[in-house]
């Protein structure tokens, strides 16, 4: 007999399922080590506490990033991704960039939080950041340490990961969000005897208001060599209305003369970091080997 529940942490081939019956340390079949946090999932009990994962349910979404070598899952069934950063220690233009086209390429919606608003250099942050909301990305001013109110509204009912570098406060935002989030991380450590590691992966909790939280490791590097061109054009949603009129049809919006999209970033109506996000993300999938 199979037991359904709800995977709240991932450590290599192990996972924490939460089910009826409280946290369950489980294991994939083989050599498999493609759970995500927040997976649906069928177990089979293999003693107290302990049980093998036998089928993962369909996903809605899966955000995840790559090399040409390993694949990095975050979480799964994801109602929107919350991207982190802050004045201290400072803004990560490539990195914020990145986690945008993955969360628009997997069909996530994405906000950005900027948090520490109690620091006098987050204003300049903020009016910077302002050019990513008119894009159409949502922005919260939060401190983690004094003020998360504008995000309870955003996270009520829904499944939320918060993703971005070390050092932005995405744990103080988990602490602030979720009471219990020590007590729980400690009885994750327990079920899983991992210790101190599991600060190194990703894990869900459960939002006293409902919903879900789930905070991922920090990270200075998001491949994304999963993407193809066309993939990573339709992740800058504020190049669309520019498709089409450059003067070559295949135009790929480097050097090419008469580029609509290029030309809208000299004048203003696409934000010219965002172009030369799109521009290194090309010449890094150009620069892949030929696949046979």
Request: glycine share 8%; aromatic share 6%; net charge positive.
């Amino acid at each position: 007999m199979l037991n359904s529940g709800r995977v709240v942490a991932t450590f290599g081939k192990h996972c924490l399922v939460q089910a009826d019956s409280g946290l369950i340390d489980c294991v994939s079949r083989g050599r498999k080590t493609d759970i995500a946090c927040g997976d649906a999932v069928e177990f089979k009990p293999t003693g107290p506490g302990q049980g093998v994962i036998e089928h993962v349910a369909p996903r809605r979404n899966l955000l995840y990033r790559s090399d040409p070598f390993k694949t990095k899952y975050f979480a799964a069934n994801l109602d929107q991704v919350l991207v982190v950063t802050a004045a201290e220690p400072g803004l990560n233009e490539n990195l914020l960039n990145r986690c945008l086209v993955a969360a628009q390429a997997a069909g996530i919606p994405a906000a950005i939080v900027l948090n520490k608003a109690d620091l006098a250099q987050t204003a300049a942050l903020h009016d910077h950041l302002k050019s990513y909301e008119a894009i159409g990305y949502p922005l919260l001013l939060v401190s983690a340490k004094t003020d998360v109110a504008p995000l309870l509204p955003r996270l009520a009912g829904k499944t939320s990961v918060l993703i971005g570098p070390s050092g932005v406060g995405k744990s103080t935002l988990v602490n602030a969000l979720v009471p219990e989030a020590d007590v729980r991380t400690a009885e994750i450590s327990r079920a899983l005897n991992t210790g101190r590691h599991t600060t190194t992966h990703t894990r869900l909790y459960a939002l006293p208001g409902g919903g879900a939280l789930i905070d991922s490791p920090g990270m200075q590097e998001f491949g994304l060599h999963h993407l193809g061109l066309d993939d990573l054009q339709a992740a800058f949603p504020e190049f669309k209305p520019f498709i089409g009129h450059c003067r070559f049809y295949n135009c790929r919006h480097l050097k090419e003369p008469d580029c609509a999209i290029a030309a809208a970033a000299a004048s203003g109506g696409i934000l010219a970091e965002r172009l030369r996000a799109y521009q290194i993300l090309v010449e890094e999938i150009s620069a892949r080997p030929a696949t046979k």
